[in-house]
C-alpha cells in the first residue's frame, strides 16, 4: 500500500464563515415552536417525527438526537413515541434577561444517514415579576417659583418581564398639585414625570409627600410603589447644562477595572449652594450599577467591573447633575462595548465511528460542530487536518463538519491513525484549539 503522503493531496484546509444562513435539508423547514415559562419538568413540546414526516421507529433507527446551541439540555427527544419534552423549567428572565422574543435555537440531528434540521423554541413570558423602584423613597426639592407645566424627572420601575407584562403606566396618589404622566425612552421603557399643576407656597405649605405607583400590563396587572418627598425652595433660576446632551463612547471588553470610560461636564450659572452641582445616575438598572461607577463630585464614569461583549455589547448611561437649589440638567451616556478575541474556537464530537472497517471505500468517523462566541473575524474560523492522513474534512450544516476516510484502509498496513483538528479562529491575535481523535483498523475477513 503506497504512503498516505504521495496518493492524498495537501492543503486540506477549509474557511468557513460563522454564520450559515438558509440551510434546509431534507425539505424541512425550520420550524418555530412555543412554551410558556416556568412550565414544568416533561412537559410536551411537539411530536418530531410527525413534523419530520418520519416514522417513530425511524428516528431510533437513525440516531436521532437534540443538539441546542449552548450545549444545555433543556430538551428531550423520546425516541419511542417521537415527542419533544421540556427537560427543566424554563426562566425566560435567566435565558434572555431583557431580549425579547426569547428564542431558544437548536438541531435535530439524524445519522445513517445525515441529517440537520434547524427549530426554534419561542419561551413565553409570564408574568411572574412586580415593578420595583431601586429606591423607595425619593426625594425632589422644587423651587417655589416653578411655572405650572414644569416637568421633574422621577426614578424609574424596573420589571423584569417583558411586553405587556413590563411597565405600561405610572400615576401617584391624589393632591392639588401635581399629576404623573408616563413617558417612552427611545428603547421602548417607559418612565414617570411629575408635572406641576398649581403653583407652590413654600409659606403656605414647605413639603409634600406622595406615592408613586408603576403599574405592569399583566392580567392582572402587579404593581410597586416609592414615596416621593417633595421639598418647597426658594428661587433658583438657573440649571446645570451639560456640555453635551449625549456623550458616545467606546470600550474594549478587555479594559481593566478602574477605566475611566467618560467624564462628562454641566454648568450653573448661579453661585453659593445653587450652583454646586452633584452628578447621579436617574436611571440605573442592576446590570449598570454593578458595572459602572459615577463620581458625584467629578463627574467621571469608571469600570468597576470586567466588560463582556459576548454578554452585553452596549450599554445606555442616563446622568443627571442637580445644583444645591434642586435644579437639574440630564445628559445619556452611549457606551459600545469593542470586541476582542478573547474566546478560543471550540470543537463539540456529536457522534464517532471507531473502529472502522478496512477495505470500506468510504466511511464516516466522525461528527463534531464547531463555534466561536466571538463576533467579526474574531468568530470566523478555519478548520483542517494533517495532510499526511487517509481522511477528508467536509462540511456539512451549521457548523457541523464529518471525518471520512477519503478511501479504503489497510489494516495489515497500519491500524491505527491519530487525526488532529485544528480550528482556528481569524482575529488578531489568532486563537486556535485542537482535538485529537485516535481511529482503530478492524480487519475484515
Not at 58 to 75: F, I, K
Not at 191 to 204: A, F, M, S
Amino acid at each position: 500500500m503506497q504512503a498516505g503522503g504521495a496518493r492524498f493531496p495537501k492543503q486540506r484546509q477549509v474557511l468557513i464563515l460563522f454564520l450559515l444562513l438558509g440551510v434546509v435539508l431534507a425539505g424541512w423547514e425550520s420550524r418555530r415552536y412555543s412554551v410558556m415559562e416556568e412550565t414544568e419538568s416533561g412537559s410536551f413540546v411537539a411530536n418530531l417525527a410527525k413534523d419530520l414526516g418520519l416514522g417513530v421507529g425511524e428516528l431510533a433507527e437513525r440516531g436521532a438526537r437534540v443538539v441546542s446551541e449552548d450545549n444545555e439540555p433543556r430538551l428531550q427527544l423520546d425516541l419511542q413515541t417521537g415527542e419533544l419534552i421540556l427537560n427543566e423549567k424554563l426562566d425566560r428572565e435567566e435565558m434572555c434577561g431583557p431580549t425579547d422574543p426569547c428564542v431558544m435555537h437548536f438541531q435535530v440531528l439524524l445519522k445513517k444517514p445525515l441529517g440537520v434540521f434547524r427549530a426554534e423554541l419561542l419561551v413565553r413570558d409570564i408574568n411572574d415579576h412586580s415593578p420595583e423602584f431601586p429606591e423607595r423613597e425619593m426625594t425632589l426639592k422644587i423651587p417655589e417659583s416653578s411655572p405650572p407645566g414644569t416637568v421633574f424627572p422621577l426614578k424609574t420601575a424596573q420589571d423584569l418581564d417583558v411586553g405587556n407584562n413590563n411597565i405600561q403606566n405610572y400615576n401617584i396618589s391624589p393632591n392639588s398639585h401635581f399629576r404623573v404622566s408616563t413617558r417612552n425612552w427611545g428603547d421602548g421603557r417607559k418612565y414617570p414625570e411629575l408635572v406641576l399643576d398649581k403653583e407652590l407656597d413654600r409659606e403656605e405649605q414647605p413639603e409634600l409627600r406622595l406615592t408613586l405607583t408603576a403599574l405592569d400590563g399583566g392580567s392582572p396587572p402587579r404593581s410597586g410603589t416609592a414615596q416621593v418627598s417633595i421639598l418647597v425652595l426658594d428661587v433658583n433660576d438657573n440649571a446645570p447644562e451639560f456640555a453635551q446632551t449625549l456623550y458616545q463612547v467606546q470600550v474594549p471588553e478587555n479594559s481593566p477595572v478602574g477605566t475611566l470610560v467618560v467624564k462628562v461636564s454641566a454648568r450653573d450659572l448661579d453661585t453659593g449652594t445653587n450652583g454646586e452641582i452633584s452628578y447621579s445616575l436617574f436611571y440605573s438598572s442592576q446590570e449598570i450599577s454593578t458595572t459602572f461607577e459615577l463620581n458625584s463630585l467629578s463627574g467621571e464614569v469608571r469600570l468597576i467591573k470586567k466588560l463582556d461583549f459576548e454578554t452585553i455589547s452596549s450599554y445606555e448611561l442616563y446622568i443627571d447633575a442637580s445644583d444645591g437649589g434642586g435644579l437639574s440638567g440630564k445628559c445619556s451616556v452611549s457606551v459600545e462595548v469593542v470586541d476582542v478575541n478573547d474566546n478560543s474556537p471550540e470543537l463539540t464530537i456529536s457522534s464517532l465511528t471507531n473502529p472502522v472497517p478496512e477495505n470500506t471505500p468510504v466511511t464516516e468517523v466522525a461528527l463534531f460542530r464547531i463555534r466561536d462566541r466571538d463576533s467579526g473575524d474574531n468568530g470566523r474560523m478555519t478548520c483542517s487536518i494533517q495532510d499526511d492522513l487517509p481522511f477528508l474534512l467536509k462540511p456539512s450544516a451549521e457548523n457541523f463538519y464529518t471525518l471520512v476516510t477519503n478511501g479504503a484502509l489497510d489494516r495489515e498496513s497500519r491500524a491505527e491513525y491519530n487525526v488532529t483538528v485544528t480550528v482556528t479562529d481569524l482575529g488578531t491575535p489568532r486563537l486556535k484549539t485542537e482535538h485529537s481523535i485516535t481511529v482503530l483498523v478492524s480487519d475484515v475477513l
